[in-house]
């Protein structure tokens, strides 16, 4: 184990990790708001919207009115999740900084969400991967399932590292692993970066850890003990999981910026400014988000 | 660091430290109900109630009632909480298994608490201690606000030694660390065990995280690191934060129970009981409560 890193990025992912699993549909002058208000917390990546077709998340079918409209700041990244090339067109005509592809480490997983097998899914990739590369823009790789798989069971580490493989290979500058349906425990977390770090420097990876039971920030410590820098995480724990209603999703934001400063690690973003962008976020939605810094904040109010 | 524990010990406080906090008194017939499902759990430690005069926790005015109304395993530890003779009195005619002390490592949350100094804390546990071994009964010692004060601000684990020491001398067989407020994080965990266990064993000591801010799953992982094997939890995450209200209490059992099971940890507690008994509880107080295994387990039955 080394030690703990000083400096850490968050990326910020609630605009689009967080906001698709939301159903009544979220105004777009809300989200532009929400970003434009995430803009001046100090952070300097932010996952703005998804050009997914509308048809599987309508809540963002207006992916490029969203990107067109918010308040750029230059030392910010606004990135968009893009699935094929149909929508590497709308993406980098509305503008996008950043394109992150995505595809499963399990092949129940991948089958379930992108309907191909994993080999099949590498040449649409591809040519995602190609298209922004040429135009300039560089790209991110997710990996969903890292540790299991809600069809599969457990994920092996060797099948997240021939994915990485080949992400690399096509281009992609960084993998974000995810444990997407949140089930995954330290000892989990230290095999696949045991594994993954011997192909891959930690710099060339971020975590994405759902909250789900309760494990995110017990597996980010542990990430940094490999000397990870980077993690997704959403404002207000946003997010959700697709397999139970009600329970946690991402990392809230707020959540792990409370971690990483209290450990003495620098991040650049401003806690107190994340907190209230949070509580306005409760307000809008109309409910209770599952972020604890946000509960705390709640309780003091009252 | 050390490699994790094979088999860990949970101490179960819901009864008391969860419940202690709850406004509306829950009828005895219930409390009872509690227990009695607790005790078939696999659990062998439930700490079922507190002494301290009903003035200041009415709550659990009972005390006498509930032990002596709940069937006992004889596999089973049923501790209570007591604060002085008067209660060691009544503690002992109830028939309690084992008796726990309290005080805190700072000056401050001691006096709020006790109304009395640290030092002035000591004759009067003293007391206690001695009573309760001439009758034949163990004594924990609880140590609280270990990692900060909500009056005093971070405390010198040299005064979580010191404190120690102390209760150690009187003739106390374990104690438990309390981060009473949940503000602690890996690194502050690590400095506090660091210290302690240069004067004591892992076996002399528990720790009693509360996941206020999100990381008592994190500081149990460091803990384990250091060769912790006892850990006090609450079902469902009873607890609450008298600071914060609606903030989270004390780690949910079941939330550690599934940490520590898919770590490959042996615990001996059925995790499925667990969380079945934290959803009827749910139902008894008519409100959600914080742990993240029920939040996925009402998702899943809803």
Known sequence: MMPFPTKVQIKEVGPRDGLQNEKAFIE?????????TLSGTGLDYIEVTSFVHPKWIPQLADAVDVLQNIKRHKDITYAALVPNSKGLERALAAGV??????MSASEGHNKANINKSIDDTFPILQEVVEGALAAGKSVRGYISTVIACP???YTNPEQVVYV???LFAMGVSEVSLG???????????????TEMLKQFRPEQLAMHFHDTRGTAIANIVTSLQHGITKFDSAIGGLGGCPYAKGASGNV???????????????????LEKIKQAALRMENLLGK???????????????
Chains 1, 2 share one sequence.
Request: avoid cysteine.
């Open 28 to 36: 777009t002058a809300d989200k532009i708001a929400l970003i434009d």
């Open 97 to 102: 900084d950043e394109v992150s592809v995505f």
């Open 151 to 153: 069809h599969d069971g």
């Open 164 to 166: 990485a493989e080949k």
């Open 179 to 193: 444990d997407t349906i949140g089930v995954g425990v330290p000892t989990q977390v230290d095999a696949l970066l």
């Open 252 to 270: 809230a934001t707020e959540d792990l910026l409370y971690l990483l400063h209290e450990m003495g690690i620098e991040t650049g973003v401003d």
């Open 288 to 302: 209770q988000l599952s972020s604890k810094l946000v509960a705390v904040a709640r309780g003091e109010e009252s």
